[in-house]
């Protein structure tokens, strides 16, 4: 496959240019690369061959990457901004055609006998000559709808399609042929599971290669910009809670515990730049006795900040269960910098499920066991905001005092009944401090059958979409 050069990347600006586009795209999609890490990367174009795209890639991204869990965004647009190549081009590999009455081969695509190429090379691993099967299937079959005639008599830009290519061939539907192909006599059935893992790992990343080249091609028709903003995936600490899928949710999960201790060092850090009280005039003047009565070395009186209690009070309704979930086990994890952590949950009903989150407790299906062992349901299983505040107050109002931190979790969408803000007025009014985490966007606040403004009112609320915005705020509410 041949790799454009420098100056078919980038013809305005040249490569120095090219690469600046490349950073502000990676700024775009929430890569903080800095001014020292720009340089560093042109130092990295500078000492690398450009045609070896494998090392040029793993050279900026080590220069320009500064934290796990960008990676993934860091590729999408490299394949964008530094492509394997530009436009068709050619192909090693001869796409098989039906013979037309002319007895040429220039008929249609013969899609059986790219089956049988496909199949062959899967069989025998062949990454490279895949690669090229991919865009010359891409360039053969990969098309949806005839391109016609354009504006004013041009021919109009074919449509590519990834879901058109792999449709026709189908390589899922490979894998039972290709092991008979290899099975032979007295394999066990460890070696036929470990060879029918390694044929679906080349299927599928056939399949990656075949959207690779439809989004490379797509981009050079639309944009790499547009592109960019509707394919590059995102990155896992920028996921809308509301919005995540399974995959996405357990990527959450699995953030956890280095989101907690990058949390606890920043903590510290604080706690020592603050552990400075205000002057103490005393023992500073019996200090500057040995100095002439000059106060070279002043004393200060030495803080001593009691870690509080915090309750959250949770909605686990199946619209906020997602975030609710990610922030009860960031504060599992951060439970260290309580003295104690209760937690409540609640759909129209509250109950305490503190047990489920001691230490050592098995976090795996935690919310499944919330919602069948605790009473949160009485009527019809919907959010109701107010009912569960009175419940709060009249069956464990106990919970809340004056070194209290009260967190409470939820989009503040009452299904149209009655708020109770009193009930949370009377909350936040027992403890030192109550805040009000919303999943939804500030925009959306108010909106429908919210009540989030009006609870705003009573405590401050902030919005917490994402896990990058869920850090910012824990960070700031935790205690010094």
Partial sequence: MTIPPATALAPEHGLPGHLVDFVSALRRHHVAVGPGETVDAARVLGALDLLHRDQLREGLAAALLRRSGQRGTFDALFDLWFPPALGAGSSDVDVPRIDDDSGEGTGPVDVDALREILADLLRDGDEETLRELARAAVDAIGTSGAAGQGVRGQTAKPNWSAYQALNALSPDTLLARILDGLREEGDTDFVSEVRRREIRDRIARFRDVVREEVRRRTAEQRGREQIARTTTPTQTDQVDFLTANATQLADLRRTVQPLARRLASRLSARRRRSNRGRLDLRRTLRRSMSTGGVPMDPAHKVRRPGRPE???????????????????????????????????????????????????????GVMQRVLREATLTAFDGHSDYGSAFGDFLEHHGDALTPKTSLLVLGDGRTNYRDPNLRALAMMAGRVRHAHWLNPEPERCWGSGDSAATRYGEVLPMHECRTAAQLTDVVQALLPV
């Avoid at 994890?333 to 759909?347: T, Y």
């Fill in 310 to 364: 915090l309750v959250l009070l949770c909605d686990v309704s199946g619209s906020v269960a997602g975030f609710s979930h990610f922030t009860l086990l960031l504060v599992q994890a951060l439970r260290e910098q309580f003295s104690k952590v209760r937690v409540f949950a609640f759909i129209e009903r509250t109950d305490e499920v503190t047990h489920l989150f001691e230490p050592g407790a098995e976090l795996s």
